[in-house]
C-alpha cells in the first residue's frame, strides 16, 4: 500500500520490527529518513514498478488482482520469383521473413517478451550444358534474431534505470536496459527479467553438378558456409537485490532500510562476435549395374573450422597431466602473445591460433548404399546402406564459453546472519573473474561422428499390403562429454588439500570422448488403401547404450573414467509398437449399403470415417540419485549415485512402491555410491486415440467437416517416473519408490472445418 512504501508499517498484522546490528526492538513505523537511498529511488519510478493495491488488505495478504492476457503476434511473408531466361538457364529467387512476439500476462507493468525475428533469401542457378550435364548453383542468407526471453515495459531499452537508481549496471547492453529485480519475501518481485539475445547471420553458397554417362548417375559439388553468431546477453541481468525479512523481521522493512540478504548478477565484459566457415565437397556416383541391382557409392570430405571470436575473446582451460592435487594448468587465451598472470591465473597463448580448438582435416565421409530385385521378381526388394556421418560446427561451447574467463562475471553476495549488504556501488567490477564455475572445451577434441548401417527387406502381400524388415546400427565415437573435471580422489583429508586445482571452483570440460550404440529390428506392416480400408503397423525391439548421456551436471560422473558411465541410453524404449487406421464406412452413394441413395438421406449417411492410432511402448529407463557425501567435489552440480545392495527390481511393482527401496542408501562418507544408470524400468506407456469424421459435399467446390476427437480414449493412466531421490539412512525418505504423476486423461474435443 502507499503508506506501507511510505514506511508505515503498523498495519501489517503480527509485526515485530528489530535493529540487525543490536537486536533491540524497533517500532513498527519505519521513519522515512533512514531510508535506503536505492530503495527511495526505486519506489520514485512509481506505479509502473510497485503497483498500488487494488484489494483490501496489507503488505503480505492478497491485495493486488489484475486481468493480464498473452499477446501474440505474428507476421509472415514468403514471395517466390522464377525467370526461364532460354531453354539453357533458369533462375529463381525466393525472400521470407518473419517476426513473432509473445507477451506475458504479468502483475505489473514489467513483464518478458519472447520476439522472434527471422529473414532468409535464396538465388538459384540452373544452366544446362547438355542433355547429360547440368549444373545447379544456390547462394542462401539466413538472419535470425532471436530473443527467448527479454524484458518489456515502460521505458526498457530506452531510459537509463541504473542512473536513476543509483547504481552501476551489470547489464549495459541497451535493448536489456530495465529495472532491477527486486524480491521481497512476503510481498512480490517486483522489476525486470532476464534477458538472452542472440543475433546468427549464415551465408551459405553451394554448387552441384550432374553428369549422366551410360549406366552411371554421377554429381559433384561442394558447399561453402560463414557462420556469424553475435551473443550481446546470454541470461544477462540488471541485477536482483533479494528481501528476506532476515535482518528486521520484516521483507519490506529491509527493503526499506537496505538490509539485502542477498544480490546477483551476469555482466559481460565483452560481446561475443563467434565466426566460423564450413567447407564440404563431394562426390557420389549411382550405378545401375543390371534392372534389378543398382549400387550407390559417395564420398565426402568435411573441412569444418571451430569458431573463433572476431575481438578474440575466447578461452579454454587446459590442465596438466592427471588429478594430484595442485595439478598445473594455464587458460590459452586467443589475446595472449606470451605467459602471463591475469586476476591472479596463469594465461598462455592459444596453441591452435584464436580458434582455441583444433581444425580436423581428416573428416572423410564414405557412404555405399545398394538396391536388389532378388531375381528379378518385382514382389522382393532388398536394401542395405552403410555411411559415416560428421557432426559439424557446434556453436553451443564457444557460446556459453562466454561464462568463463575473461569475457563473463558472475556476481553474487550473501549477507551473514548479522551483516547485510549493501546496495551502495553495487553492481561495479574491478576486473575480469573466474565466477563460480568454469565452461570451457578441449582444444585437442575430434569431430564427433557416426557410423550407420541398415539392411532391410520388402515383400508385396496379396491386399495392397507391404511388408518390411529391417535391422537399423549405428556407432557414435568422438561425443561430447561435459565431465566436472575439478575432481578429487577419495580420501578424508580436507578437500582443498586433494583437489588438482583448488585456486578454481566446478570446471565444465566438453571433451570428445563419449561413444554410444545402437540395434533396432523393425517391422512395418502397411495397407494401402482398398476395400475401404488403410492401416499401418509398426513395431521395433532396439537397444540403445552409451556413456555420454550424463553431463556432469546431474551425475557423479568421473572425468578419469567416463566409460564407468556405460549404460542404457536414455532414449531406449526396448519394444515400440504403434498402430494406426482409417476406415471409410460402407454407407452412401456408391457403396455396399445405402448405395442409391441421394439428397437430404445421402448427406446425412455418406462420408462417415473411423481414424485411429494405438501406440503402445515399454518403460523408460530411469537412474537414482542420492545425497552425495563423497568430499570429491563431483556433487558440485548436484546429485550423486546411491549404494546398491540388491537389484531393485519387483515382480508385481504398484505406484505405492515401484522398486525395493530397501537396496538403496546414501553411500557413507568419503565413498562413491555404485548404482549404474537407467537400470531400472519406468511404467510403460498405452494410449488410443480415436476420431470419429463426416465429410459432407454442399457444392462442387465447398466441404464440410465434422471431427469427433477422443485423446486416451479409454482413459488409461499413464505413469511417469517414480521418485528416485535417496536420502536414508542420512534423513527419511518417505516419498521414496512411489510415483505421483501421470499423463492426461481422456480428453474429447469437437472441430468443424468449412
Known sequence: TASELQGNLSDIPGISLHNPFTGAPIASVTPQGNFDPFATKYIALGSRIIPGANLPGPAGTINRSVQSDELQTDNFVDARVDYSRSAKDSFFVRFGFGNSSIIQPALTAYTTSTPYNARNGVIGWTHVFS???????????????????????PGVGSENFNSETGLVGANTYKACDSPVTVGISGLATFGSYLCDISISNNYINNDSIAYLRGKHSLQFGTDLTRYQVTDPIFNGQPGAFYYTGQYSGNGLADFLLGYVQSMNAL??????????????????????????????????????????????????????????????????????????????????PPTYGRAIVRTNYHDIAPRLGLAWMPFGKPQWAVRASFGIFYQTLLFNEEVFNSLGFPVVEPYGLSGTSSTPVSTAGQFGSAGPS???????????????????????????????????????????????VRTQYNVAHLGTTPLADRLP??????????????????????????????????????????????????????????????????????????????????????????????????????????????????????????????????????????????????SGRLSNPTIKEWFDTNCFSVAPPNTWGNAGYNFLDAPGYLDWDLSAVKNTKLTEKVNLQFRAEFFNAFNRANFGFPNTYVTEPVSSSPLLGTINSAGAGREIQGVLRL
Open 501 to 646: 586445482f583448488p585456486s578454481l571452483g566446478a570446471i565444465l570440460d566438453d571433451k570428445a570422448i563419449g561413444q554410444s550404440d545402437y540395434n533396432g529390428l523393425q517391422i512395418d506392416l502397411e495397407k494401402r488403401l482398398s476395400h475401404n480400408l488403410t492401416f499401418r503397423v509398426g513395431y521395433t525391439y532396439s537397444n540403445a547404450m552409451d556413456d555420454s548421456q550424463f553431463t556432469a551436471q546431474n551425475s557423479e560422473m568421473l572425468p578419469w573414467d567416463v566409460q564407468d558411465g556405460w549404460s542404457r541410453s536414455g532414449y531406449n524404449l526396448k519394444h515400440n509398437f504403434v498402430f494406426s487406421h482409417t476406415y471409410v464406412l460402407p454407407i452412401g452413394a456408391g457403396q455396399r449399403y445405402l448405395g442409391t441413395a441421394h439428397g437430404a438421406v445421402d448427406k446425412l449417411v455418406s462420408g462417415w470415417q473411423s481414424v485411429g492410432i494405438l501406440t503402445a511402448r515399454s518403460g523408460w529407463g530411469y537412474s537414482m540419485g542420492a545425497i552425495g557425501l563423497s568430499n570429491t567435489n563431483t556433487e558440485f552440480f548436484g546429485g550423486a549415485r546411491p549404494l546398491r545392495t540388491c
Open 267 to 348: 555482466t559481460k565484459t565483452a560481446i561475443p562476435y563467434r565466426r566460423s566457415w564450413n567447407w564440404g565437397l563431394f562426390a557420389e556416383d549411382k550405378y545401375q549395374i543390371t534392372k534389378n541391382l543398382t549400387i550407390n557409392a559417395g564420398l565426402r570430405w568435411e573441412l569444418p573450422q571451430p569458431a573463433y571470436d572476431k575481438e578474440n575473446n575466447l578461452a579454454a582451460f587446459v590442465p596438466g597431466f592427471g588429478f594430484a592435487p595442485n595439478t598445473s594448468y594455464c587458460f590459452q587465451w586467443a589475446q595472449a602473445k606470451s605467459d602471463e598472470t591475469i586476476a591472479g591465473q596463469p594465461v598462455c
Open 131 to 153: 542433355p547429360t550435364l547440368v549444373n545447379e548453383y544456390h547462394f542462401g542468407y539466413d538472419r535470425v534474431n532471436n530473443r527467448p526471453v527479454q524484458p518489456y515495459g
Open 434 to 480: 573466474l565466477g563460480g564455475y568454469l565452461l570451457t572445451e578441449d582444444p585437442n577434441r575430434s569431430d564427433p561422428y557416426v557410423q550407420q548401417w541398415t539392411v532391410s527387406i520388402q515383400r508385396q502381400l496379396p491386399g495392397s499390403a507391404m511388408l518390411t524388415v529391417a535391422y537399423l546400427g549405428n556407432r557414435g565415437n568422438h561425443l561430447f
